[in-house]
């Protein structure tokens, strides 16, 4: 399933870029993270304990960083499994300056096995919507900090 | 198919129901259990301990309480879609009822149960945004009071606490007022579906609420399609024009196999005006 959208941040788009790619600033933003170890360059293990009300669940699984154009754009893949399944999302972030800030478009694929598959034809895009929303969010803190 | 192994706790009263679930850790209330248990059976969702509050007398029923009708959160859509006070006083709740699920659903689901679980699609929460109905609702610090209109947040996100338990759902009587839906075949959830509720005086429209699910991640009013009815004459024209340009601006419209995000956008339009012309008819 093909998701798009974009995001603003009130911020340079070198800050943007510095926070978007530190693991440090990645871990606090990905959604429910228990367990964040960096494997190699751009590369992560990760535990998340996602949740959307009812609908929570445990997720081992790994982050990577490719094709990176510093301050332009990068590929972000997270993969993951639990109990209800799989999920594959990759997706290309795409920053550029927009008034005195900076937008991050992204577009990308997501892709589910298992339970979450069967569910997911309804739910799957609102629930990738409302994370990735939290995950900015969060980011938007982490840009506003170092800014401080 | 099976779920993994949890708790298993019936309170007696709304006290000890409330007192499980601050004294639990990852409780959840069962209620009719349609949603929760097929969940748990995906392992989707995986609570270690279940809060049965099925038997609880105090929030069930359907009341008339100083001109307000209240229907307690534990009333299955069976009792509210045959209910004689509501067919009377207030049928588009009876009527919204009686098109969510299959008999099974009906006879055990509650209205309290899909407004705390705010599926994207349910029924009920746009024909509670149309009514401007209040939740009561009890929790370990007491008693509070929560608007539909500031109840539903996001996708199975809304306005209560992990301690909290919607007790019932109070609202005005009203005979204007009309839901019309767009079932999904197979699951009967909601692919659009709109609430349309009208004032009239003076033979112009003075107020009107709309309520819309199925269309993003939980249901919202259409404030664009309030405003071109306002303090105009109920006739078609007017519903045409309204209903026309019902669900613009909406953003992240929902998209699945059942109906592309094009598709939903059309059908917005379809239902508003149908509910339009239920409201009217009803005036």
Known sequence: MEISGEYHFDAPRSAVWAALLDPDALQAAMPGCERFEETGPDAYDITLRVGISAIKGTYEGTVKVTERSPEDSYRLSVDGGGKPGKVQGTALMQLTEDGGGTRVAYSGDIKAQGAIARLGSRLLGGSAKMLIGQFFKEMDKQVKQRAA | ?283
């Open chain 2, 1 to 283: 198919m099976i779920p993994t192994e949890f708790d298993y706790k019936r309170a007696t009263s709304l006290d000890e129901a409330i007192q499980l679930l601050s004294s639990s850790s990852e409780a959840k209330l069962l209620a009719g259990g349609h949603s929760l248990i097929p969940l748990m059976k995906l392992r989707l969702s995986e609570p270690e301990t279940l809060v049965d509050i099925g038997r609880i007398p105090d929030i069930k029923g359907i009341r008339e309480r100083e001109g307000k009708i209240g229907i307690g959160a534990g009333t299955t859509h069976h009792e509210v879609e045959t209910s004689d006070l509501l067919r009377e006083k207030a049928p588009v709740v009876a009527d919204c009822a009686g098109e969510i699920g299959d008999p099974q659903v009906r006879n055990r689901g509650t209205l309290g149960g899909s407004l705390a679980h705010a599926d994207p699609a349910a029924d009920y929460p746009a024909v509670m945004l149309a009514i401007d109905a209040e939740f009561h609702i009890k929790g370990g610090n007491g008693w509070r009071t929560v608007k539909a209109s500031d109840f539903f947040q996001d996708m199975f996100t809304v306005d209560l606490a992990d301690d909290e338990i919607i007790v019932n759902a109070m609202f005005d009587p009203i005979q204007s007022a009309s839901y019309a839906k767009l079932h999904q075949r197979a699951s009967h959830y909601a692919i659009i579906g709109v609430a349309a509720a009208l004032g009239v005086e003076n033979g112009l429209i003075q107020w009107a609420r709309l309520g819309l699910t199925g269309a993003i991640g939980y249901a919202v009013r259409m404030p664009n399609v309030e405003e071109a009815l306002i303090g105009k004459q109920p006739e078609q024209d007017t519903i045409d024009a309204a209903a026309g340009i019902a669900g613009d601006g909406l953003e992240d419209i929902n998209s699945d196999l059942h109906a592309s995000a094009e598709y939903r956008r059309a059908m917005i339009k379809v239902f508003t005006r149908r509910a339009l012309e239920g409201a009217v008819a009803r005036l």
